[in-house]
């Protein structure tokens, strides 16, 4: 470009680091053929009218460095909201020592339930699951937002439950139907008490005591998150993308000129489904679902299950 230059700055030592290795190094391999000058290892600690402050995350040297136009892209910071209810939590206080004040996320059990708060489920950018630390993508939070609206419409049970029990849904037809046709004097002889409930008959089988503990009509929803990795996607300019996909048990990745066909194909296809979804909506719902937004510019966060309530 003969009268532009564009510099990417990353206080990173590599960009688009969820992909592997050689893919990071194919992107930056393409943008510096576009003459794009990538800065690595450098954060940005000021923004004046024309000119950006520097720091080098190694050496903390600073510089200067004029500017036209900053296009700023970084990463997610806690809302108020979420950090108020870290600080209010005893257990998500102990959880979150170790993390960046600024960037501080609610625990979350595998049932997205925040660990010291029964009653408020947390997905998307606002929260990280112990044990299995998921991508902080769009993806994710897609999925967590549909898994959420089947725990609901399953009749979720906010205050049952915990860190080490399923979360409660009402019993199904199908569980009730099941539930007479037991013969009650084959109950009384499993639970030993004179009157069994499903409850009582799961408790005997998984010699699990929770069961009993939940209340009348409240069945356990035992089907915990799980991440569906439907791979990566990245333009990187000049018709050139990286697609990085899980098939079976097997993945493959995808750099240049083939990877922008892929990526171009699957963005096509969701605006035209955007477009039909669009069409067909029928008016919202009469019901509202508390939320707070934890990534700049997307609906993702906290749901407070209480608040479910209908909206005149």
């Given at each position: 470009?003969?009268?532009?230059?564009v510099?990417?700055?990353q206080?990173?030592?590599?960009?688009?680091t969820?992909?592997?290795?050689?893919?990071?190094?194919?992107?930056?391999?393409t943008?510096q053929?576009?003459a794009v000058?990538?800065?690595?290892?450098?954060?940005?600690?000021a923004?004046?009218?024309?000119?950006?402050?520097?720091?080098?995350?190694?050496?903390?040297?600073?510089e200067?460095?004029?500017?036209?136009?900053?296009?700023?892209?970084?990463?997610?910071?806690?809302?108020?909201?979420?950090?108020?209810l870290?600080?209010?939590?005893?257990?998500?206080?102990?959880?979150?020592?170790?993390?960046?004040?600024?960037?501080?996320?609610?625990?979350v059990d595998?049932?997205?339930?925040?660990?010291?708060?029964?009653?408020?489920?947390?997905?998307?950018?606002?929260?990280?699951?112990?044990?299995a630390?998921?991508p902080?993508?769009a993806q994710?939070?897609?999925?967590?937002?549909?898994?959420?609206?089947?725990?609901?419409?399953?009749?979720?049970?906010?205050?049952?439950g915990?860190?080490?029990?399923?979360?409660?849904?009402?019993?199904s037809?199908?569980?009730?139907a099941?539930?007479?046709?037991?013969?009650?004097?084959?109950a009384?002889?499993?639970?030993?008490?004179?009157?069994?409930t499903?409850?009582?008959?799961?408790?005997?089988l998984?010699?699990?005591?929770?069961?009993?503990?939940a209340p009348?009509?409240?069945?356990?929803?035992?089907?915990?998150?799980?991440?569906?990795?439907?791979?990566?996607?990245?333009?990187?300019?000049?018709?050139?993308?990286?697609?990085?996909?899980e098939?079976?048990d097997s993945?493959?990745?995808?750099?240049?000129s083939?990877?922008?066909l892929?990526?171009?194909?699957?963005?096509?296809t969701?605006?035209a489904?955007?477009r039909?979804?669009?069409?067909s909506?029928?008016?919202?719902?009469?019901?509202?679902?508390?939320?707070?937004?934890?990534h700049?510019?997307?609906?993702k966060?906290?749901?407070?299950?209480?608040?479910?309530?209908?909206?005149?």
């Amino acid at each position: 470009m003969r009268f532009v230059r564009v510099t990417l700055l990353q206080n990173m030592d590599s960009i688009l680091t969820t992909f592997s290795a050689p893919m990071q190094a194919q992107a930056i391999k393409t943008m510096q053929k576009q003459a794009v000058d990538i800065r690595l290892g450098v954060r940005v600690t000021a923004i004046a009218r024309d000119e950006i402050t520097l720091c080098n995350v190694k050496t903390n040297a600073e510089e200067k460095m004029p500017y036209g136009l900053c296009l700023w892209s970084a990463g997610n910071a806690a809302r108020p909201l979420v950090r108020g209810l870290v600080g209010a939590i005893p257990e998500q206080v102990e959880l979150s020592k170790a993390a960046n004040p600024a960037a501080v996320k609610l625990s979350v059990d595998p049932y997205l339930r925040v660990i010291g708060a029964r009653d408020i489920i947390a997905l998307g950018d606002c929260s990280k699951m112990l044990g299995a630390p998921l991508p902080p993508t769009a993806q994710v939070a897609g999925q967590q937002g549909a898994y959420v609206a089947r725990m609901i419409n399953r009749g979720y049970q906010p205050n049952t439950g915990g860190l080490n029990v399923d979360p409660g849904v009402d019993l199904s037809e199908a569980d009730r139907a099941a539930a007479l046709q037991l013969r009650p004097i084959d109950a009384a002889r499993m639970s030993d008490q004179p009157r069994l409930t499903e409850l009582d008959l799961l408790a005997y089988l998984t010699n699990d005591s929770t069961y009993a503990q939940a209340p009348p009509g409240v069945s356990y929803y035992r089907k915990p998150f799980e991440f569906l990795s439907l791979g990566l996607m990245a333009y990187i300019g000049n018709e050139k993308a990286l697609v990085s996909a899980e098939v079976l048990d097997s993945s493959f990745d995808v750099a240049g000129s083939l990877a922008f066909l892929l990526w171009r194909s699957v963005y096509i296809t969701k605006q035209a489904r955007a477009r039909l979804a669009a069409r067909s909506t029928p008016p919202p719902a009469s019901y509202g679902i508390a939320a707070s937004s934890q990534h700049e510019g997307c609906s993702k966060g906290v749901s407070g299950l209480k608040s479910f309530l209908p909206v005149n």
